[in-house]
C-alpha cells in the first residue's frame, strides 16, 4: 500500500526556534506587593453547586467530561487509535507545533448547546463543534444526541409511518444518526487544517475530514480510501418504520443526489453554514466524492495535478480557468466525470501494514481522575470564551476562584477576561500573580508584558524620556518566559522590539538574536522584520540591518509597505563589504 504524498506547502507550519537572550529580567524592586484581589459575594450571587465533571490528559490535549467513566474511557481510547494512524498514514497533516487545545465531552445535563458559537445563531442542529483562535483550541463533543432531526431537503429520503407503524408515503423525517466517535473524527481533521498558516479551502477540510472518519483500522493495518459496498444499507421500510439516515461513504449518499455546480461547491467558505453543520449535506457528501476522486481515483492518476490545485489555490482565487489548467476539463465536465466516479469507483487505498508477526501499537491507557474546581471552571471558560460568550466565560473563571482555587492556569485565564472586560488594576494583579505561579499561557505572559511597558512608559525613569535598564528588565520578564512557551505568537517579539526602542539600554547580540527567532518564525510579517531592522541599524549592526531590509523588500505586498523599507536603508550607514573568505 502506498502513503500520500506531495501534500503542498501551504499546508506546513515552521518549527519553533529558541534562542537565549542576553538580558536576564530582575524583578522591579519598586514593584508593590503581590495582592489578589477580592470578589465579593451578595445574597444575589450565591455559588451553584459544583459540577462533577472528570478530567484526563492525552496527547495533544486536557479532556473534560461529564459523561461515564466507561463511556469516556472507551471514547478516548478509540480516538487515540484515529489520531495514532492518521499521524502514522500521513504524517505531513500534522504540525510540529500547535496551540494548546482541550476537548469536552458532554454527555449529560445538556451542556453541548452553550459552547455554540455565538454567530451560528443556532440555525442548525449540530452534534460537534471545534473552536479555535490564534493561540487557543477546543472541541466540544455533544455526547446525548444520538439522532439529529434535519431539514427534509437535506435528510434521508422523506418516509412517514401512521399510527400502527405501517408506511404511507407521506414526508416525515426519521432523522440522521449520529456515530460520536466519527464526529470526534471529523472536527480533529477540521482542528489540524484550521490551525494552518494558510488554513485550506473548506471543501478540502470536508473532504480530507470525511476521507479520514471512513478510516480502517485494524491490529495489523491501517486503511485509507476504502470505500463500503453502496448495495450495503438499512431498508428504508424495515418493520414498517422508517430507517435512521446513516452518515455513509459518498458512493452510496450520493447514488440518488442531484449534484451541486462545481462552481458552487468550491465557493463554500469556512464560516458558511454548510462548513460549519455538514451532517446530511449534499457538499459534504460532493467534497468526499472530489478528494477521494483527487487522491486515490483511477489508481492515484490525478493526485499530481490535485496538489497542484491545492497549491495554486494558496496564491490566486478559484476560477474555471484555473480549474481547467490544472485538471484538462471544465466545471461541466469534471461535474460529469464526479457522477460516473460515483456509480463506478474505480481507485487504489493507501495505508500501512505492520510486518509478519506484529501489530500497530496500542494507545496508552486513559488515566481519568476527577477534575478539580479550577480544571473545570478554566476550560469551560475557555471555550465559552472561544464561542464568542465572553459573559459566560467571565462567570466560570470567577466561581471556580470564588471556590478558593488559585491555580496559575486559572489565575491567567481570569485576569484576561478582567483585562477584555475593562478592569486594568485587577487584571495586572491576577496575571502577575499567573506568572509568579509558572502558568503556561503565552498571551497572559504578553498582555502583563504591555501592561508593565505602558506603566513604565508613562513614568520613565532614564533621561530623554527613556525607559531604565530595571524597567527595561521588568517588562522583558514575562516575554522571555512567553517565548519558550506553545504557540509561538507574533506580539510577543513585536512587544521585544517596542520595548528595546524605548530603552536607554541597548540590546546585546543575544537580545537582537531573539527578536530575529521572531523573524524567521514569522517571516511574512513586515512589521516585525522592519523592527528588526530598524533596531539593528540603531545599534551600529549595518550589515545585518541591511540584510533584514532586503528581506522586508521581498516580502512587501504593496507600495506603501516597499516605500517605508526605502526609506529605512536610506538612512543606513553603507553596507560593509562581506568579509573575506579564507
Known amino acids: 500500500m502506498n502513503l500520500p504524498r506531495g501534500c503542498p506547502s501551504s499546508l506546513r507550519l515552521a518549527a519553533t526556534l529558541a534562542l537565549p537572550c542576553g538580558l536576564l529580567a530582575q524583578p522591579d524592586a519598586t514593584a508593590p506587593a503581590l495582592q ?21 490528559r492525552i496527547p495533544g490535549f486536557e479532556v473534560l467530561s461529564n459523561a461515564s467513566e466507561a463511556k469516556t474511557r472507551h471514547l478516548l481510547g478509540e480516538f487515540q487509535r484515529f489520531t495514532h494512524a492518521l499521524h502514522l498514514v500521513w504524517p505531513g497533516l500534522v504540525p510540529p507545533d500547535s496551540v494548546p487545545a482541550s476537548l469536552i465531552l458532554c454527555g449529560r445535563g445538556d451542556k453541548f448547546g452553550a459552547f455554540l458559537p455565538a454567530a451560528s445563531g443556532g440555525e442548525r442542529a449540530a452534534a460537534s463543534v471545534t473552536l479555535r483562535s490564534p493561540d487557543q483550541a477546543a472541541i466540544v463533543l455533544d455526547l446525548q444526541t444520538t439522532v439529529l432531526n434535519l431539514p427534509a431537503t437535506e ?37 489540524l487544517l484550521s490551525g494552518r498558516e494558510t488554513p485550506p479551502p473548506a471543501w478540502f477540510t470536508e473532504g480530507l475530514a470525511q476521507l479520514f472518519m471512513a478510516i480502517d483500522i485494524t491490529d495489523t493495518s491501517i486503511t485509507l480510501g476504502k470505500l ?86 494558496g496564491r490566486e482565487p478559484p476560477s474555471e480557468a484555473l480549474f481547467a489548467a490544472c485538471f484538462k476539463q471544465d466545471y461541466k465536465a469534471m461535474l460529469a466525470t464526479l457522477r460516473g466516479y460515483i456509480q463506478v469507483t474505480r481507485h487504489k487505498v493507501a495505508g500501512i501494514r505492520a510486518d509478519k508477526g506484529q501489530k500497530i501499537p496500542e494507545p496508552p491507557e486513559v488515566v481519568l481522575r476527577a477534575a478539580t474546581q479550577a480544571e473545570a471552571g478554566r476550560m469551560v471558560g475557555d471555550a465559552l470564551l472561544l464561542a464568542g460568550h465572553p459573559a459566560a466565560a467571565r462567570e466560570s473563571y470567577v466561581t471556580a476562584y470564588r471556590r478558593g482555587e488559585r491555580d ?95 530603552s536607554a539600554t541597548p540590546p546585546a547580540a ?44 521581498r516580502l512587501a505586498a504593496d507600495a506603501l509597505t516597499r516605500d517605508r523599507f526605502e526609506k529605512l536603508q536610506a538612512g543606513l550607514p553603507p553596507e560593509p563589504p562581506a568579509p573575506a573568505k579564507s
Open 228 to 313: 463500503a459496498d453502496p448495495n450495503l444499507r438499512p431498508d428504508p421500510l424495515a418493520g414498517g418504520r422508517a430507517a435512521l439516515e446513516e452518515d455513509r461513504d459518498f458512493n452510496a449518499a450520493l447514488a440518488t443526489s442531484a449534484l451541486l455546480p462545481m462552481a458552487e461547491l468550491l465557493a463554500v467558505s469556512p464560516d458558511s453554514t454548510e462548513a460549519r453543520n455538514p451532517l446530511g449535506r449534499v457538499w459534504a457528501k460532493q467534497c468526499y466524492a472530489f478528494v477521494h476522486w483527487g487522491l486515490y481515483g483511477d489508481d492515484g492518476a490525478h493526485q499530481k495535478d490535485f496538489f497542484i490545485f491545492l497549491a495554486r489555490l
Open 36 to 56: 489578589l484581589p477580592t470578589y465579593t459575594v451578595t445574597a444575589e450571587r450565591e455559588l451553584p453547586p459544583p459540577e462533577s465533571w472528570l478530567y484526563a
Open 510 to 553: 543575544a537580545d537582537f538574536a531573539a527578536i530575529e527567532d521572531g523573524v524567521r518564525l514569522f517571516a511574512r510579517n513586515t512589521e516585525l522584520v522592519y523592527r528588526a531592522a530598524e533596531l539593528r541599524g540603531q545599534g551600529g549592526y549595518a550589515r545585518e540591518a541591511h540584510g533584514l531590509v532586503r528581506l522586508g523588500l
Open 408 to 502: 496559575p492556569a486559572l489565575l491567567a485565564a481570569l485576569g484576561l477576561a478582567e483585562l477584555s472586560g475593562g478592569d486594568r488594576p485587577r487584571a495586572q494583579s491576577l496575571l502577575q500573580a499567573a506568572l509568579a505561579g509558572r502558568a503556561s499561557r503565552p498571551r497572559a505572559d504578553l498582555e502583563l508584558a504591555r501592561l508593565r511597558l505602558a506603566d513604565s512608559l508613562a513614568r520613565p525613569q532614564a533621561g530623554n524620556g527613556r525607559l531604565s535598564a530595571a524597567q527595561t528588565s521588568h517588562v522583558l520578564e514575562p516575554l522571555l518566559v512567553a517565548r519558550r512557551q506553545p504557540p509561538p505568537l507574533v506580539e510577543i517579539f513585536e512587544c521585544m522590539a517596542e520595548t528595546w526602542a524605548h
Open 155 to 191: 435528510g434521508p429520503a422523506p418516509v412517514v409511518v401512521d399510527a400502527e407503524g405501517n408506511a404511507d408515503g407521506s414526508n416525515l423525517n426519521p432523522g440522521f444518526a449520529v456515530d460520536a466517535y466519527r464526529q470526534l473524527s471529523r472536527e480533529y481533521v477540521r482542528y
